[in-house]
């Protein structure tokens, strides 16, 4: 029976910040992973930390300090570790600013090549889910520039949730007008969920299109202070207050 701590070989080394599960899945079938001192190649074997002696080319892991970073994403940057296309990356954008952090960084869920704005970055795999879960339901906050004026009733629709174009619902908390400007409405949405691509999709679901798409907040944390392309830490405090910042159900 395996304990409650147990966990695959691959999502060791990913949580302990060496690499991303599958740069991790690569090392271990290479026969760079040793456990308990036997070559260790399938990344499916469970080991159970702080009991199991791991080794990667002949050092023993041990878990990294926790790091999370706030990072404004550009537009037209991927939230990707390395493109075929050789299209810019978050991990190109971060660069030099990631000097010196703990180990494997991985994004906390996803922005599309075309959204701009807040994106955690951070090795701590456990928070990474709490924020992405939808059963965590942290609110996720985006500002949209609309092709065309939206009127209101088109607008209660969007908020009381409509049905997508491949089958799947969404279901915002909340869809407010911010603005007219011109020939286009600014919207605030508001998600507890995921999908991908989900404001896109359900703006076109109503007939309008997306033409900017910014995330400006996760719960209490926001963009405030920081300038596109860059980066700070997130301390452990907003950590805490992002856990307790969470929508009921219902």
Known sequence: ?????????????SRYGVASRT??????EAGRVRVNGIVQRDPEHWVAPGKDRVQLDGNRLRRQPTV??????????????????????????????????AGWLSPVGRLDKDTSGLLLVTNDTEFAHFVTS??????KTYIAKVSGLMDDETIGRLARGVRMKRGDEAQPLSVQRREDRGKYT???????EGKNREVRR?????????LKLVRTAIGPLTLAGLEVGRSR?????????LRRYVVPAG
């Not at 740069?23 to 271990?28: C, D, L, S």
């Not at 359900?202 to 299109?209: D, H, I, L, T, Y």
């Not at 830490?233 to 207050?241: D, F, H, N, R, T």
């Open 202 to 210: 359900m703006v076109e679901a109503v007939g309008f299109k997306v």
């Open 68 to 101: 999370c970073l706030l990072f404004y994403k550009p537009k037209g940057v991927l939230v990707s570790h390395g493109d075929p296309g050789g299209r810019k990356t978050i991990y190109e954008v971060l660069g030099a600013q990631m000097h010196g952090k």
């Open 134 to 139: 939808p059963e965590s339901r942290v609110p």
């Open 1 to 13: 029976m395996k304990s409650k701590q147990a966990m695959t070989l691959d999502r060791l080394l």
């Open 186 to 192: 600014w919207l605030e949405v508001v998600l507890t």
């Open 23 to 28: 740069g991790a899945r690569t090392m271990i």
């Open 233 to 241: 830490p997130v301390a452990a405090s907003e950590i805490a207050a």
